[in-house]
């Protein structure tokens, strides 16, 4: 039985095991999967924002080129008798073209302003634009790369795009200012995820231009991506044509909020298996007690009388069957008492059954008291009772003294008076004695010689 409850609680063990390690593997697999899954939506955020801004760019300057190339309206500004109906003509044609346009302004091959909206300010950084620009482009130059960047005019953030013209035998630079509203739509348009889409300077890592919640001047926080912010870029991608990344950086909250719930739900998931688990091994170690337990009972009954809890005879018969085999094996001699009480029929029969059992077990108990460890006292059924007495010497003369001494020292202490149930009976026993010597006597033989000892020996008291 404590085999059976070591490999029950040791499968219990390997359950909470196997189970636990099964849910971590499942935890930990998702995580992994919305790692990857949240690392898969934001390259595909970078990528999808890096071509709508290329797409907002594109567009302006094929338009640009259109512009350039168009010929027959350059020639009708010569028309124009003064610089304000020139500059106005200049302002309708564009709008044609530009929709978006917030400001333009006309300069020479030097990089100075010629015309265009005047009453507006043109910043140091446009300034220097232009003249890098001038620079840079010839009158073989049939197309101009020019890449775009955001301007921090207070109040007007603004990127510009220019293109040459040539007018007239002489070069021009047409450039173009255009809000960043068409910039931020492009970034909110895809914002897929709760990960923030950043469009940054490539030439000034980390400087913002705009976001899906506004350019630069709308937002409220630094300029510049904080250290940790850079740590957690998550995806990046070069807008072509210009100075500008698309830049998405994770937001911690998010994973911060699947971890909770996942967390959440294998506690209690644990909570409840652990509980279903303990339910079980309760009744699984109960179970195991109660059935060994009853085990024992069933093995204790099956070799123990009932009434007086001596050994019975199966009992009795195999512990005097080893006694044999030793006794040939070892040389020790031992000995066998049978005995029954005169006069139990009459206490019976006068008092009644409930004090003849009692009587019996206080001879049990009695007859108990009086063996050694060893030895073995047994109930043959009714009235009748055996002791084996177990290596009592190592001759025949040591032992047959010794089991005489033996038969008259139980003789005179089973006769003592009992009180049972307030009645004083004596019942002194009839006991014969047999010496199990080194010969192979079968155990039948020794019990119907103890018996016929027993018989005797009532007879000479009678």
């Known amino acids: 039985m404590r085999r059976s409850k070591a490999i029950f609680l040791m499968m219990m063990a390997s359950l909470f095991v ?78 044609l073209y530009f929709p978006e346009m917030y400001a333009f302004t006309i300069a020479n091959e030097l990089g100075e302003p010629l015309w265009g909206d005047l009453d507006l300010f043109v910043s140091e950084a446009c300034r220097e634009d232009i003249e890098k620009t001038a620079g840079m482009i010839g009158r073989n130059t049939p197309y101009f790369d020019y890449q775009p960047q955001i301007h921090a005019k207070p109040d007007a953030y603004h990127f510009d795009m220019m293109f040459p013209v040539f007018w007239n035998q002489q070069k021009l630079v047409f450039f173009m200012s255009f809000k960043t509203d068409s910039l931020v739509e492009a970034l909110k348009e895809n914002q897929l995820s709760n990960h923030t889409t950043y469009l940054l300077r490539v030439d000034k890592p980390g400087l913002i231009e705009a976001t899906a919640q506004g350019s630069r001047d709308k937002l409220s926080r630094e300029f510049f991506l904080q250290p940790q912010e850079l740590q957690r870029i998550g995806a990046r991608e070069r807008v072509a044509h210009t100075l500008w990344e698309a830049v998405v950086v994770e937001n911690p909250e998010v994973k911060s909020a699947f971890v909770a719930k996942v967390a959440k739900i294998a506690t209690l998931s644990l909570a409840l298996f652990f509980l279903l688990w303990v339910s079980l091994l309760w009744f699984g170690v109960h179970y195991e007690r109660k059935r060994g337990y009853l085990f024992n009972k069933l093995n204790h009954l099956s070799l123990h009388d009932e009434l007086t809890g001596l050994a019975n005879r199966r009992k009795l018969l195999k512990f005097l069957g080893d006694v044999i085999e030793e006794a040939q094996k070892h040389g020790d001699y031992s000995g066998l008492l049978y005995m029954d009480l005169d006069g139990f029929k009459m206490v019976n029969d006068h008092y009644g059954h409930d004090v003849g059992d009692a009587l019996l077990v206080a001879f049990g108990d009695r007859l108990q008291a009086s063996v050694r460890k060893e030895d073995l006292a047994a109930r043959m059924g009714g009235d009748e009772f055996v002791v084996l007495l177990n290596k009592i010497g190592q001759n025949p003369e040591e032992a047959s003294r010794t089991l005489e001494e033996t038969k008259e020292r139980f003789y005179e202490s089973l006769s003592e008076p009992y009180l049972i149930l307030g009645h004083r009976i004596i019942t002194p026993p009839s006991i014969g004695a047999v010496l199990i010597d080194l010969q192979p006597h079968s155990v039948e033989f020794l019990l119907k010689q103890a018996d016929a000892a027993m018989y005797r020996h009532k007879m000479q008291r009678r």
């Open 18 to 95: 196997l189970v636990t390690s099964l849910m971590w593997w499942r935890v930990d697999s998702e995580l992994r999967q919305f790692s990857r899954y949240q690392q898969e939506l934001m390259t595909k955020q970078a990528h999808l924002s890096a071509n709508s801004i290329n797409s907002v760019i594109s567009s302006l300057r094929k338009r640009m080129i259109a512009v350039s190339l168009d010929e027959f309206w350059l020639k009708d500004l010569e028309h124009y008798k003064t610089v304000d109906k020139m500059q106005d003509a200049l302002k309708a044609r564009f709008k």
